[in-house]
């Protein structure tokens, strides 16, 4: 069996308590390897590891070039692996090898990539205007590291969010203990060991593996973690910020969605039936800003969905290994029940199912679900409201615009949300009324390295990606310098406090 280890202070280790635990594929339910199951102790020592090379090492010192330099060789490393990556990728995951091929592993070290050097563009330095009352003064910001950085990950896209995670707390100057998921985290493992073999200081990266209730909450109270970055669920996101509290951490959260998906009356009809069927089941669902909300304009509703119906045959559920599947299973067997009684809540509701709701056949003994589509469902039923991370589609019908802003509105999320239609300018407006922090035209799922990716109210707080996501790193420092000099008699505000002689 083989067994990985875990990066702690620039050594791969095993954990203190001696323990592992498997990784399951969760397409053929199969052991894929063994990985440490960290405990307090190890998040101590990474803590630790992690504390000294930021307060003590030389990467938070280190130009920003240099840096920049190393943590390039580290990509350069992953990508002539990319192949075992790939494959690893989807066994791990439950997902489909065509899409760690085309997508996952070459797009997260693009991104990892354009973080890297797109933090050669943030201002360390920011002059501020010249100030002469009442006191001559040069003032200037500096933008500096926030120390050391938790990153807890998600399962869904365990490849992409290590890439999310490193690379600008990375580039920033920061240190790092990076907590992968527990059903995902091998990839992440072999990140850990490109770290090493391209040099990188000792602690400046540190990978624990284990359960989110040891491992992520000990990251989160742990008094030597500055600021904890955490993707999943908002309800585990809820309690990642009450643990940081304590200690006033910074927090980034990046949490779940249940997005609109408007398609308007005037829009290209062949488009937008194979961009929802993209905006639903791409990734089998499991997708924070997954379009699960499709809002259809009266005048198409009919024959959008009888569009649908025909093109969801062509989602090709089965294999992951094989290049031609489209859809993989869902992540574990709880989750497949989770999924499982969604769609027999939406019926009880009343919504009408217009395809799959059961287990496909034919397909191996992984945890399956039919790509599903129910019709008629209104606001008030689970599958409009709550997030089921799975594929799952949910229409409903409207009439007016202000009608579909409403309903697109009627949420505790905002993760992102799509308007289809050929009036831009019109669509422009549409998105402008969305609550959302990303609102795809004529398109869905497109992230990209130099734009915000984050959302409004329940769906989190802050920003990764682009300039924005970099700048979530660091700390910003007001420095005053006196251009008065030796002159007691200026500096009258010190009488403030005491009378002179």
Not at 70 to 81: G, H, I, K, Q
Not at 335 to 347: D, N, P
Not at 380 to 402: K, S
Not at 421 to 442: C, E, Q, Y
Request: aromatic share 8%; hydrophobic share 45%; glycine share 10%.
């Amino acid at each position: 069996m083989d067994v990985r280890r875990m990066l702690i202070g620039g050594e791969l280790v095993e954990a203190a308590n001696g323990r592992t635990f498997e990784v399951v594929d969760p397409c053929r339910v199969e052991t894929v390897g063994r990985v440490p199951q960290a405990g307090p102790e190890d998040v101590d020592r990474a803590v630790a590891a992690a504390r000294r090379a930021f307060d003590e090492g030389p990467w938070p010192g280190m130009p920003a070039e240099e840096r920049a330099r190393l943590l390039l060789d580290v990509a350069d490393r992953l990508e002539a692996r990319q192949d075992e990556l790939m494959a690893l990728e989807s066994r791990q995951s439950g997902i489909p090898i065509r899409k760690t091929t085309l997508m996952d592993i070459p797009v997260g070290l693009e991104m990892f990539r354009a973080m890297v050097r797109a933090s050669l563009r943030v201002a360390r330095y920011e002059p501020l205007p010249w100030i002469d009352f009442p006191a001559v003064s040069w003032n200037f910001v500096l933008r500096e590291p926030v120390g050391v950085c938790a990153g807890i990950c998600a399962w869904n896209f365990p490849w992409l969010f290590t890439m999310w995670k490193s690379a600008p707390a990375l580039a920033m100057g920061n240190t790092l203990v990076l907590k992968p998921a527990s059903y995902t985290p091998l990839t992440a493992l072999e990140f850990a060991r490109a770290c090493v073999e391209a040099g990188l200081p000792p602690g400046v990266v540190n990978v624990v593996t284990g359960g989110g209730g040891t491992v992520g909450a000990a990251l989160c109270e742990h008094p030597g973690v500055d600021k904890v970055s955490f993707t999943g669920s908002t309800e585990v996101g809820r309690e990642v910020q009450q643990r940081a509290a304590a200690t006033v951490k910074r927090v980034t959260l990046e949490l779940g969605g249940k997005s609109p998906n408007i398609v308007l009356p005037d829009a290209d009809l062949a488009l937008a039936v194979d961009g929802a069927l993209f905006a639903a089941f791409f990734n089998a669902g499991q997708a924070c800003e997954a379009g699960t909300r499709l809002l259809l304009h009266e005048a198409i509703h009919d024959e959008f969905l009888e569009r649908l119906r025909e093109r969801v045959r062509l989602v090709r559920v089965g294999d992951t290994a094989d290049f031609e599947t489209t859809m993989g299973p869902v992540i574990t067997e709880g989750q497949r029940r989770k999924v499982e009684e969604y769609i027999r809540s939406a019926r009880e509701e009343g919504a009408t199912l217009l395809c799959g709701g059961g287990r496909p056949k034919d397909v191996p003994p992984g945890w399956f679900v039919e790509p599903t589509v129910f019709a008629g469902v209104t606001p008030g039923m689970r599958i409009f409201r709550e997030e089921i991370f799975g594929p799952v589609l949910a229409v409903t019908r409207f009439g007016t615009l202000d009608e579909a802003v409403a309903l697109a509105n009627d949420t505790t999320y905002g993760l992102a949300a799509a308007v289809w239609s050929r009036d831009t300018l019109g669509a422009l407006d549409l998105a402008r009324r969305i609550r959302a922090g990303t609102v795809w035209i004529n398109d869905y799922h497109l992230i990209n390295a130099d734009a915000p990716f984050g959302g409004y109210k329940q769906s989190g707080r802050g920003r990764e990606l682009g300039r924005y996501g970099l700048e979530e790193y660091t700390e910003i420092k007001h420095v005053h310098v006196d251009q008065i000099g030796p002159d007691r008699d200026r500096k009258f505000w010190f009488d403030y406090v005491m009378n002179r002689e």
